[in-house]
């Protein structure tokens, strides 16, 4: 019988800071010397992570368990919504792709990953002490809450205890709060054991009679208000906007088209925080602004839709005047696909069946497939020799003459493809600019100098750092004996 207990940290909505308050929560058990693990039912992301198990899970779970000393497994995120349109998207299940589905389709058979859910949870409690558990979106969607398995329905079923977490930067948070107990139908209510507010700037005392009162209208005790951590953002981003950073007037500018899919978009943390690069996410609308030096097309969770995508927003037009001045143009994953000349889909992976022509950028072509490539590799740069770690997570083939010319080498097979003149660059690799030593050469060759710090070492003094924070404003003594 598991002696595991646990707690959930659920939010009035997304993007509140559950996935941060989780990964500090399983820092401080961690500190304490506890075998502390995060799971997370149901999320979704386009950002992924490949776990040991040769799985993926969601990059806010991959922090978390990083924060809890742990190797991130698929068990930690059993299901993962990867949205593909606005009607679709894949599921992944216990870190394997089932199907691409609707959104009615998938929410008939959600009784049926329950399943997946519980059992993942099971195993996670026979083997650690404690569980962390974060919610996905607000439990108050009420129209949602038959079969629910992302906040109260797993709630219930698991017996864990809830906290919720309002958002006061937003404004609104007594409403957040006590409309989120309004909603909640008893048995739901009843499993809250008490509420916190999150990123508050200013004076904490100033919101005094509104702690007051929430805790009075809904009779849950408040575990604190936490101000606005202003370190949050050099902490692995798990989708485009949490990106945010400090404006940085960087030699180097750097310029990374926002598509309508974006995939582990994360690949630009360690980018961010160089003091040499000045980094801009540019959203749809916007011209590639004419002093770019470095392009970066990312990941894709549709390649084909990006492609149509990228043209409407004129960036194809873009990209080859930005060529023609001798700017540098980086493919990454879906973006590598972007750069060739077609890609098809013979299957209706993505959609239709069909092909769809690509920039034409780079001498390569891609064909699609039903299997996903997701694997934790060591690369070898070819112009260096230099072994950095990486990770692949991608369905299709990539062939071309401009595959002679490969970027890497992975276990002697050539990976990636080189334009004749060296401007142009895809390769499937994410993961590589976290290597310091691989990331200061390539600012190196993009003419701008790396300056040698330590990312690695950044992200753990920062979640050394949150723990401080939230110690220093939260109940953290109180939320830990809530678990159970």
Same mark, same amino acid.
């Given at each position: 019988?598991?002696?595991?207990?646990?707690?959930?940290?659920?939010?009035?909505?997304?993007?509140?800071?559950?996935?941060? @308050?989780?990964?500090?929560?399983?820092?401080?058990?961690?500190?304490?010397?506890?075998?502390?693990?995060?799971?997370?039912?149901?999320?979704?992301?386009?950002?992924? =992570?490949?776990?040991?198990?040769?799985?993926?899970?969601?990059?806010?779970?991959? $922090?978390?368990?990083?924060?809890?000393?742990?190797?991130?497994?698929?068990?930690?995120?059993?299901?993962?919504?990867?949205?593909?349109?606005?009607?679709?998207?894949?599921?992944?299940?216990?870190?394997?792709?089932?199907?691409?589905?609707?959104?009615?389709?998938?929410?008939?058979?959600?009784?049926? $990953? @329950?399943?997946?859910?519980?059992?993942?949870?099971?195993?996670?409690?026979?083997?650690?002490?404690?569980? $962390?558990?974060?919610?996905?979106?607000?439990?108050?969607?009420?129209?949602?809450?038959?079969?629910?398995?992302?906040?109260?329905?797993?709630?219930?079923?698991?017996?864990?205890?809830?906290?919720?977490?309002?958002?006061?930067?937003?404004?609104?948070?007594?409403?957040?709060?006590?409309?989120?107990?309004?909603?909640?139908?008893?048995?739901?209510?009843?499993?809250?054991?008490?509420?916190?507010?999150?990123?508050?700037?200013?004076?904490?005392?100033?919101?005094?009679?509104?702690?007051?009162?929430?805790?009075?209208?809904?009779?849950?005790?408040?575990?604190?208000?936490?101000?606005?951590?202003?370190?949050?953002?050099?902490?692995? =981003?798990?989708?485009?906007?949490?990106?945010?950073?400090?404006?940085?007037?960087?030699?180097?500018?750097?310029?990374?088209?926002?598509?309508?899919?974006?995939?582990?978009?994360?690949?630009?943390?360690?980018?961010?925080?160089?003091?040499?690069?000045? @980094?801009?996410?540019?959203?749809?609308?916007?011209?590639?602004?004419?002093?770019?030096?470095?392009?970066?097309?990312?990941?894709?969770?549709?390649?084909?839709?990006?492609?149509?995508?990228?043209?409407?927003?004129?960036?194809?037009?873009?990209?080859?005047?930005?060529?023609?001045?001798?700017?540098?143009?980086?493919?990454?994953?879906?973006?590598?696909?972007?750069?060739?000349?077609?890609?098809?889909?013979?299957?209706?992976?993505?959609?239709?069946?069909?092909?769809?022509?690509?920039?034409?950028?780079?001498?390569?072509?891609?064909?699609?497939?039903?299997?996903?490539? $997701?694997?934790?590799?060591?690369?070898?740069?070819?112009?260096?020799?230099?072994?950095?770690?990486?990770?692949?997570?991608?369905?299709?083939?990539?062939?071309?003459?401009?595959?002679?010319?490969?970027?890497?080498?992975?276990?002697?097979?050539?990976?990636?493809?080189?334009?004749?003149?060296?401007?142009?660059?895809?390769?499937?690799?994410?993961?590589?600019?976290?290597?310091?030593?691989?990331?200061?050469?390539?600012?190196?060759?993009?003419?701008?100098?790396?300056?040698?710090?330590?990312?690695?070492?950044?992200?753990?003094?920062?979640?050394?750092?949150?723990?401080?924070?939230?110690?220093?404003?939260?109940?953290?003594?109180?939320?830990?004996?809530?678990?159970?």
């Amino acid at each position: 019988m598991s002696k595991a207990t646990s707690l959930m940290i659920q939010g009035t909505g997304s993007h509140v800071g559950k996935s941060m @308050l989780v990964a500090g929560l399983c820092r401080l058990a961690h500190q304490r010397g506890v075998d502390v693990v995060p799971f997370k039912p149901q999320n979704m992301s386009n950002n992924a =992570a490949v776990t040991v198990d040769g799985g993926e899970i969601g990059r806010a779970q991959a $922090l978390q368990a990083r924060a809890a000393g742990l190797e991130p497994h698929s068990d930690m995120n059993p299901v993962l919504l990867k949205p593909e349109t606005d009607q679709m998207a894949q599921v992944v299940v216990q870190g394997k792709r089932l199907a691409s589905t609707g959104a009615a389709s998938y929410l008939s058979a959600k009784s049926k $990953l @329950l399943e997946s859910v519980l059992e993942s949870y099971q195993r996670l409690c026979d083997q650690h002490e404690l569980i $962390l558990v974060e919610g996905a979106g607000s439990p108050a969607e009420v129209n949602l809450r038959k079969n629910d398995i992302a906040n109260m329905g797993f709630a219930i079923q698991a017996g864990v205890p809830v906290v919720l977490v309002g958002d006061i930067d937003r404004g609104g948070v007594i409403a957040q709060i006590v409309g989120t107990s309004e909603l909640l139908d008893c048995c739901d209510r009843k499993m809250v054991s008490g509420f916190l507010i999150n990123k508050f700037r200013g004076e904490p005392q100033l919101f005094d009679d509104g702690y007051a009162l929430i805790a009075d209208r809904t009779g849950w005790p408040g575990f604190g208000v936490l101000p606005w951590f202003k370190d949050a953002w050099k902490l692995p =981003a798990e989708d485009a906007p949490d990106l945010a950073r400090p404006i940085a007037e960087g030699p180097l500018h750097i310029v990374c088209l926002q598509l309508s899919r974006v995939a582990n978009i994360d690949d630009l943390d360690p980018l961010s925080q160089e003091p040499s690069v000045r @980094l801009t996410i540019l959203h749809p609308g916007r011209s590639i602004p004419g002093d770019a030096n470095l392009v970066i097309i990312p990941g894709s969770k549709s390649t084909r839709g990006d492609l149509d995508f990228l043209r409407q927003q004129g960036w194809d037009v873009d990209l080859c005047a930005h060529y023609r001045r001798g700017g540098r143009i980086l493919g990454i994953c879906g973006g590598y696909q972007i750069l060739g000349r077609t890609v098809s889909d013979p299957k209706g992976v993505e959609g239709e069946p069909g092909d769809t022509q690509g920039l034409g950028l780079l001498n390569v072509r891609t064909t699609l497939s039903e299997n996903k490539q $997701l694997t934790q590799v060591k690369a070898v740069h070819a112009r260096t020799g230099y072994s950095f770690d990486g990770y692949e997570i991608h369905m299709g083939i990539t062939m071309g003459e401009d595959c002679d010319r490969p970027y890497a080498f992975v276990n002697d097979r050539a990976e990636g493809a080189m334009s004749k003149d060296g401007l142009i660059t895809g390769l499937y690799l994410h993961g590589m600019f976290t290597d310091d030593k691989f990331r200061s050469q390539f600012l190196e060759e993009c003419g701008a100098q790396g300056s040698g710090f330590g990312y690695n070492e950044s992200v753990e003094y920062v979640l050394d750092a949150l723990v401080e924070h939230m110690q220093c404003h939260l109940n953290v003594d109180g939320l830990l004996k809530l678990a159970r």
